[in-house]
C-alpha cells in the first residue's frame, strides 16, 4: 500500500521559514512516471497547487509563490520537501503531498497533510 505522509508543519511568525517532508512508502519518488505535488488548502479556500516535481526532477513552483517556496527531492530517502521561505500570514492552510502517474489527471496517493499557521 502507497504510503504518504507529510511532516515539519507548525506556527511561525511572518518573515519565518518552514521545511515540509513527504515521505513515500511502497513507491520511488525517482520513477520517472511519478509526479508529485504539494497543495494547500487554507479556510474557506479551494485547494491550490504549491509546487511539484515531475520523475526526472523538473521542479516548478506557483507563480505567486515563485521566490519563497522551493521543491526538492532526496531519492536516497525517498522524501519529497517543500522549502517556505518569507512566510506569510496569507501562507496558514493544511498542506498535503499527492502523487500521481505523469500525463495523468487525477491524483491516486494523497497523504493525511500538515499544518502551517503563520502570524502576523
Known amino acids: 500500500q502507497v504510503q504518504l505522509v507529510e511532516s515539519g508543519g507548525g506556527s511561525v511568525q511572518s518573515g519565518g521559514s518552514l521545511t515540509l517532508s513527504c515521505a513515500a512508502s511502497n513507491i520511488r519518488i525517482r520513477y520517472r512516471w511519478l509526479d508529485t505535488t504539494w497543495f494547500r488548502r487554507a479556510p474557506g479556500k479551494e485547494r491550490e497547487a504549491v509546487a511539484s516535481i515531475d520523475g526526472d526532477g523538473i521542479s516548478s513552483v506557483a507563480e505567486s509563490m515563485q521566490g519563497r517556496f522551493t521543491v526538492s527531492r532526496n531519492n536516497d530517502k525517498n522524501t519529497v520537501y517543500l522549502q517556505m521561505n518569507n512566510l506569510k500570514p496569507e501562507d496558514t492552510a493544511m498542506y498535503y503531498c499527492?502523487?500521481?502517474?505523469?500525463?495523468?489527471?487525477?491524483?491516486?496517493?494523497w497523504g493525511q497533510g500538515t499544518q502551517v499557521t503563520v502570524s502576523s
Open positions: 499527492a502523487a500521481k502517474i505523469s500525463g495523468a489527471q487525477d491524483y491516486n496517493y
